[in-house]
């Protein structure tokens, strides 16, 4: 799975995204609208990440997810 495909059904990986990170909000995750680096930067803001630590976390996160066919 690639971000394109995350970011085109982003309503559809809102619930796994709030479940993977528990100090994002809804509003949060609704501004996030699909969008890798306003992700990153949330994380980096919420979790206190490095940048690095966060693009690790967002993959990590990508290869858990089921895959979509």
């Known amino acids: 799975m690639n971000w394109d495909q995350i970011e085109g059904n982003w309503k559809q990986f809102k619930g796994q995204a709030r479940e993977k990170w528990g100090r994002l909000t809804d509003d949060d ?18 979790y206190g990440h490095a940048k690095e630590t966060a693009e690790y976390e967002v993959e990590s996160w990508i290869k858990d997810l089921p895959i979509q066919r």
């Not at 890798?36 to 980096?44: N, S």
């Open 29 to 46: 995750i609704e501004r996030v609208e699909g969008k890798r680096t306003e992700l990153l930067g949330l994380l980096q803001t919420r």
